[in-house]
């Protein structure tokens, strides 16, 4: 996937490769929906509460109104629904601070390092996403980098 030029279908790919990697850890996920006119590209349940998945890969790095966008879809859901938004290229320093400035942490973020360990088994999916919420619920760090897990 990482070689195609094709970006609708990478995202595809990724999509299809979030659900078999949810599987494998027995976690009920659903793939890309509609919800009000809404693009939802992914859902599951993990630790009590419901999240949202964004899944990007794109050539450029998320915007700060990209970000925004996807958290307004989580703000207008239930109160225990969070977000989580993969973007295989990262997330720029300064758009992470400034997302954290607009209102309640309640997204967490993931890049395509910390896929890679996941899907490398040098983290396991779990314990992942345990360490990025964890830091997100104590620190207000929502974009907690996995190789700092080690």
Request: proline share 2%; glycine share 10%.
């Amino acid at each position: 996937m990482a070689s195609s030029e094709d970006v609708q279908g990478r995202g595809y790919g990724l999509e299809d490769l979030l659900k078999e990697l949810f599987a494998l850890y027995e976690i009920r996920y659903r793939k890309s929906y509609k919800a009000e006119g809404e693009q939802i590209d992914g859902f599951f349940a993990f630790g009590g509460f419901d999240y949202l998945v964004e899944a990007r890969w794109r050539k450029e790095k998320p915007s700060l109104q990209d970000l925004l966008a996807f958290k307004g879809k989580v703000d207008r859901k239930i109160e225990s629904t969070r977000g989580m938004i993969i973007s295989i290229l990262g997330f720029d320093d300064d758009v992470v601070r400034r997302l954290r400035e607009a209102g309640p942490a309640n997204l967490i973020l993931v890049d395509g390092y910390d896929l890679t360990l996941i899907l490398e088994g040098r983290v396991s999916l779990t314990d992942g996403l345990q360490a990025k919420i964890e830091r997100a619920a104590q620190e207000g760090n929502i974009y907690y980098p996995l190789a700092q897990f080690f």
